[in-house]
């Protein structure tokens, strides 16, 4: 008799580019910023942050505008304000836009849950940011993690451990999916297998699974990268 296949022990979801396309009203957002700093913003810009914590980002943009303007008087803000503009701003921006789930998100989320998976959302954006993507989207899940609740952010592996920890697995038998490289990273330092749905050309690393969308991604593949016990 050939032994069962391995089940994960949770399977963990990234939000903003994973499950949503946010990162165009990121992208507005950040560039209307900027605009108040007195600086610019461009695509480069963008593809630095992805994936990374609201303070990452608010230290690049006071930074870049810092470069581009030397800082003149009525060009500056802090970084609480910035954070703030940040957040704000991309939850009005999703309540009043909406946000559709991406290819295959919604298959592969009714089928985890129907399969009684241990399944969690990770995401670097803060608490309102996650509400309103959730609001939108009309999804569930039994845990989440957010930008307020670790010290340290992607590419840490806190959000990973903590999710893990909330939902009793260990971190070993979790199966990550992620689409940026600074959340990548976080998983597999946290110990979980990835699969990666790439925002942008990631290249191939031992043991990191990488398909073209959630589509690809069924209980099958999950199994297949959970390791054996």
């Given at each position: ?52 914590s ?5 230290t ?142 990631i ?27």
């Amino acid at each position: 008799m050939r032994p069962p296949k391995p089940r994960p022990g949770a399977v963990l979801f990234d939000m903003d580019g994973l499950l949503v396309d946010s990162e165009p009203l990121w992208f507005e957002v950040e560039r209307s910023v900027m605009a108040r700093l007195g600086g610019t913003w461009g695509e480069e810009d963008q593809r630095a942050l992805l994936g990374g914590s609201l303070d990452r980002s608010v230290t690049y943009m006071l930074m870049k505008a810092t470069e581009g303007n030397g800082a003149r008087p009525g060009r500056t803000a802090g970084p609480d304000e910035v954070g703030r503009w940040l957040v704000e701003g991309m939850a009005e921006e999703i309540a009043r836009k909406g946000l559709p789930l991406q290819p295959g998100a919604s298959g592969l989320l009714a089928a985890v849950a129907d399969a009684g998976l241990p399944h969690a959302l990770v995401t670097s954006s803060q608490r309102l940011i996650m509400d309103a993507v959730l609001a939108a989207t009309s999804v569930k899940f039994p845990v989440t993690v957010c930008g307020e609740d670790v010290e340290h952010g992607k590419p840490a592996p806190d959000p990973y451990l903590r999710a893990a920890t909330l939902l009793g697995a260990g971190p070993a038998t979790c199966v990550a999916l992620e689409d940026s490289p600074s959340g990548i990273a976080a998983a597999q330092a946290a110990g979980c297998a990835v699969i990666a749905v790439p925002t942008i050309p990631i290249p191939p690393t031992p043991g990191l699974v990488i398909v073209g969308s959630l589509r690809e991604v069924d209980l099958d593949m999950l199994a297949s990268v959970t390791p054996a016990t």
